[in-house]
């Protein structure tokens, strides 16, 4: 008899890793704690329950990366991007979704499958055997993140995100930003310019204080405490604390020198530190933020050099409880030092709705591929599920691992001229690459189609 799939945790992850993985044929068992064992943003027993907005993102499958994932997934014959299709409301190019019937309708369909069964309960233990899928999501209950803690060490699993921004690479003025570490620190030459630095003198920095003390702010939600504050703090905050407190903090003016313009001396300067492998993202050092996104775009491009940036993703600070992936978890999304358990959603490091699915369905692939003794490895980076499992798993730094949503920046880069102008084709040519990729992936199951 084929062994079982267990899964804790119902959720965007959990839900579509049960459906792909009882499509192949293995049976599975889903322990949902709720309604039993609630959290603070969840209000239903429902399983796939969209905990704040009702949006997908956008639904553009050749300019956009979210939309890709969303070809993705539906290629996968994903449950939850066939249930947000059922029951999509009009939203411009975006998908936004009716939440309720959306999550009843996800949650009817895999109580219905004859290989899947949800067993209400918390679980409070790190399994010792068998196969496993933790999609806990970034609320996962106290008693299991204190036995994931008490395994991969306190240091190594967060309970909150402080996201700094981050720009795509190609998007910085270089005629006024440069590489240096500061007091040219390192053995190597790579470490002596591991930072771009963005200088600002004493108007720019006034103006850009008074930006931030006058930016929109997003409040914390119910339950959400502040126990960030110590190690953390959102740049408006310092900036409330005194309008020096920046200049000693992230944006000391120390230990650099511009070759631009080698005789001024910058009143602040601003870093950004290479995010990923490819070089292609860097975060800007220090800024975590709880300014609203439309804000922190018009605050930030006030950063000289950053003008133009492209934000691969706005920062934020929010209650999520996630692991250091790359150190933690295989290319194949096991915990190394438990290989029978493997995670997905949330909580693996990616952030949002999509992501989170197509980290499910990724993980439900894997893991039923597995129990069947045809193992498929993951998908290549240059698809947006492959490019996110690489990432998470170890493309990211693993010192300043904060979550990330699907981004190009993460895809190996395509050879095409023309910058800026050329970026349709150039998104284009990811997307086109990713669809061919990921259909070849797919033929790589030889079960796997929709059950209905
Ligand atoms: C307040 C808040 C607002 C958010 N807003 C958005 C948004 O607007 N847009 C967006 O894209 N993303 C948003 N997110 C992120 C969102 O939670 C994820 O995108 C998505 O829900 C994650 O999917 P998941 O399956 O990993 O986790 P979830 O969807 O949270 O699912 C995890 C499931 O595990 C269950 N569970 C937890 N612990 C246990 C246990 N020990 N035993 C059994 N079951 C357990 C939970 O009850 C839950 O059903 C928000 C998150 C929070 C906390």
């Given at each position: 008899?084929?062994q079982?799939?267990h899964?804790?945790g119902?959720?965007?992850?959990?839900?579509?890793?049960?459906?792909?993985?009882?499509?192949?044929?293995?049976?599975v068992?889903?322990?949902?704690?709720?309604?039993?064992v609630?959290?603070f943003a969840?209000?239903?027993?429902?399983?796939?329950?969209?905990?704040?907005?009702?949006?997908?993102?956008?639904?553009?499958?050749?300019?956009?990366?979210v939309?890709?994932?969303?070809?993705?997934?539906?290629?996968?014959?994903?449950?939850?991007?066939?249930?947000?299709?059922?029951?999509?409301?009009p939203?411009g190019?975006?998908?936004?979704?009716?939440?309720?019937?959306?999550?009843?309708?996800?949650?009817?369909?895999?109580?219905?499958?004859?290989l899947?069964?949800?067993?209400?309960?918390?679980?409070?233990?790190?399994p010792?055997?068998?196969?496993w899928?933790?999609?806990?999501?970034?609320?996962?209950?106290?008693?299991?993140?204190?036995?994931?803690?008490?395994?991969?060490?306190?240091?190594?699993?967060?309970?909150?995100?402080?996201?700094?921004p981050?720009?795509?690479?190609?998007?910085v003025?270089?005629?006024?930003?440069?590489?240096?570490?500061?007091?040219?620190?390192?053995?190597?030459?790579e470490q002596r310019?591991?930072?771009?630095?963005?200088?600002m003198?004493r108007?720019?920095?006034?103006?850009?204080?008074?930006?931030?003390?006058?930016?929109?702010?997003?409040?914390f939600?119910?339950?959400?405490?502040?126990?960030?504050?110590?190690?953390?703090?959102p740049?408006?905050?310092?900036?409330?604390?005194?309008?020096?407190?920046?200049?000693?903090?992230?944006?000391k003016p120390?230990?650099?020198?511009?070759?631009?313009?080698p005789?001024?001396?910058?009143?602040?300067?601003?870093?950004?530190?290479?995010?990923?492998?490819?070089?292609?993202?860097y975060?800007?050092?220090?800024?975590?933020?709880?300014?609203?996104?439309?804000?922190?775009?018009?605050?930030l491009?006030?950063?000289?050099?950053?003008?133009?940036?492209?934000?691969a993703?706005?920062g934020g600070?929010?209650?999520?409880?996630?692991?250091n992936?790359?150190?933690?978890?295989?290319?194949?999304?096991?915990?190394?030092?438990?290989?029978?358990?493997?995670?997905?959603?949330?909580?693996?490091?990616?952030?949002?709705y999509?992501?989170?699915?197509a980290?499910?369905?990724?993980?439900?692939?894997?893991?039923?591929?597995?129990?069947l003794?045809?193992?498929?490895?993951?998908?290549?980076p240059?698809?947006?599920?492959?490019?996110?499992?690489?990432?998470?798993?170890?493309?990211?730094?693993?010192?300043?691992?904060?979550?990330?949503n699907v981004n190009?920046?993460?895809?190996?880069?395509?050879?095409?001229?023309?910058?800026?102008?050329?970026?349709?084709a150039?998104y284009k040519?990811?997307?086109d690459?990713?669809?061919?990729?990921?259909?070849?992936?797919?033929?790589?199951?030889?079960?796997?189609?929709?059950?209905?």
């Amino acid at each position: 008899m084929t062994q079982t799939l267990h899964i804790i945790g119902g959720g965007m992850a959990g839900a579509e890793a049960a459906w792909q993985a009882a499509n192949m044929g293995v049976p599975v068992v889903i322990h949902e704690m709720r309604p039993a064992v609630g959290t603070f943003a969840h209000r239903t027993g429902s399983l796939a329950e969209m905990v704040c907005s009702n949006s997908f993102r956008s639904d553009d499958d050749e300019q956009n990366a979210v939309g890709l994932l969303h070809w993705e997934m539906r290629a996968a014959n994903g449950l939850i991007m066939q249930t947000a299709d059922q029951h999509a409301l009009p939203a411009g190019g975006a998908l936004a979704v009716d939440r309720d019937p959306f999550a009843e309708t996800v949650t009817a369909r895999l109580r219905a499958h004859p290989l899947v069964r949800v067993e209400p309960g918390e679980i409070a233990e790190l399994p010792d055997s068998g196969h496993w899928i933790i999609a806990t999501g970034p609320l996962t209950s106290g008693a299991l993140a204190d036995a994931i803690a008490a395994e991969t060490g306190r240091e190594a699993l967060a309970f909150f995100d402080a996201i700094a921004p981050i720009v795509h690479f190609d998007s910085v003025d270089l005629s006024k930003a440069w590489f240096q570490s500061r007091y040219d620190k390192g053995e190597t030459e790579e470490q002596r310019t591991a930072y771009l630095n963005c200088p600002m003198d004493r108007d720019t920095y006034e103006a850009f204080i008074d930006a931030l003390l006058a930016a929109h702010k997003a409040e914390f939600k119910p339950g959400e405490t502040a126990g960030y504050f110590d190690g953390c703090l959102p740049i408006e905050v310092m900036a409330e604390r005194g309008r020096e407190t920046l200049r000693h903090g992230p944006m000391k003016p120390v230990g650099l020198t511009n070759p631009h313009q080698p005789d001024v001396k910058a009143h602040a300067i601003v870093q950004l530190r290479r995010d990923n492998a490819l070089g292609t993202l860097y975060n800007i050092v220090g800024f975590q933020t709880k300014m609203k996104y439309g804000a922190q775009t018009e605050v930030l491009r006030m950063i000289p050099g950053l003008e133009n940036a492209r934000f691969a993703r706005l920062g934020g600070i929010h209650r999520n409880t996630f692991l250091n992936s790359p150190t933690l978890l295989d290319g194949e999304m096991r915990l190394r030092s438990r290989p029978h358990v493997r995670f997905a959603g949330q909580i693996t490091g990616v952030e949002g709705y999509v992501e989170s699915a197509a980290m499910g369905l990724l993980a439900g692939r894997l893991a039923a591929s597995e129990i069947l003794g045809r193992p498929v490895s993951a998908p290549p980076p240059e698809t947006a599920t492959g490019a996110l499992v690489t990432h998470i798993t170890g493309g990211a730094e693993a010192k300043t691992f904060q979550p990330m949503n699907v981004n190009f920046g993460l895809f190996p880069p395509v050879d095409l001229k023309g910058g800026r102008r050329n970026r349709p084709a150039r998104y284009k040519a990811y997307t086109d690459r990713a669809k061919a990729a990921w259909q070849d992936w797919l033929g790589h199951f030889t079960v796997g189609k929709a059950a209905e």
